[in-house]
């Protein structure tokens, strides 16, 4: 039996005693060390950003990193994620208190979308050009496409009119966040999306869609959530520069976009 099998069994045995917040605890004393580390990090990063009673919107939630640390620190959630595997390990590792998680794609016009489904989750897209990206770059040795997905697709702007606007909308939907942008005609305190290397145009347009207010002010942090890049927030020009200077080893990051 492979490990996370090992995991999943002693979590499930536990958790169908009625045991759900002991089981969690116990699943990350004996498996977790490494993801507490991780998440120490995203805390310190995120508890200056959001505060307690926050609404915030995780777009392309994935199995929950984010969500939960965005819990840790008092905001309510909504989750939005397609996949239906990420979706169960959501509603079982989640207060569903604080949480409440739709299983949708997210995108311009709400209806049904094809999503491309990865060997590796998190690279699964809705986005055609980013399939094409990864089978020219490095990720190529690592993601295998195993099929495509017919999926809902919902709004922010209809999620919103159901759930109330957010103060935080966090994207990471691999290649897809320009249709994402173009399903929300307002913008939110706080707003983050995914960049790559391969597809800073991209994130150029998504800078300039007509969500965002050209007075905003931006930041942005390669890797993983540590530190802002910048000491102080910039302008959109500033961003374009910093972007552009880029170096080939910068594979991925995040812009951050505050309202005026």
């Known amino acids: 039996m492979e490990m996370g099998t090992q995991k999943d069994k002693v ?13 969690r605890a116990l699943y990350r004393a004996v498996f ?7 998440r120490r990090r995203l805390h310190d990063f995120y508890a200056p ?5 926050d609404l915030v919107y995780d777009v392309g939630a994935n199995i929950g990193v984010y969500s939960e640390i965005f819990c840790s620190l008092g905001a309510r959630v ?12 959501l509603k079982r590792w989640l207060p569903a ?9 997210v995108g311009a016009a709400p209806g049904t979308g ?22 020219q770059s490095s990720l190529s040795k690592t993601v295998r496409w195993i099929r495509d997905l017919e999926v809902r697709v919902v709004t922010l702007d209809e999620i919103s009119k159901q759930y109330g606007r957010p103060r935080y909308v966090k994207i990471d939907v691999e290649g897809y966040e320009e249709f994402v942008l173009d399903g929300m005609p307002w913008q939110p305190d706080l ?20 969500c965002i207010s050209n007075e905003s002010l931006f930041n942005y942090l390669l890797g993983e959530p540590g530190r802002f890049v910048c000491e102080q927030w910039i302008s959109f020009d500033q961003l374009k520069s910093e972007l ?9 990051g995040d812009i951050f976009i505050r309202k005026p």
């Open 11 to 23: 979590y499930d045995l536990l958790a169908a005693a009625h045991l759900h917040k002991p089981a």
């Open 191 to 210: 707003l983050s999306f995914e960049f790559h290397k391969e597809t800073i145009e991209a994130a150029v347009r998504c800078l300039s869609r007509p």
């Open 114 to 135: 094809r999503l491309h489904l990865s060997s590796l989750q998190s690279s699964s897209s809705m986005s055609d050009n980013w399939v094409e990206t990864v089978k």
């Open 97 to 105: 208190e604080q949480v409440t998680v739709i299983e949708a794609s």
């Open 244 to 252: 552009s200077a880029l170096g080939s080893e910068h594979g991925f």
């Open 49 to 53: 950003l959001i505060q307690k009673d």
């Open 78 to 89: 909504i989750a939005l994620e397609p996949i239906p595997d990420c979706v169960r390990h």
């Open 32 to 38: 977790g060390a490494e993801g507490r580390a991780r």
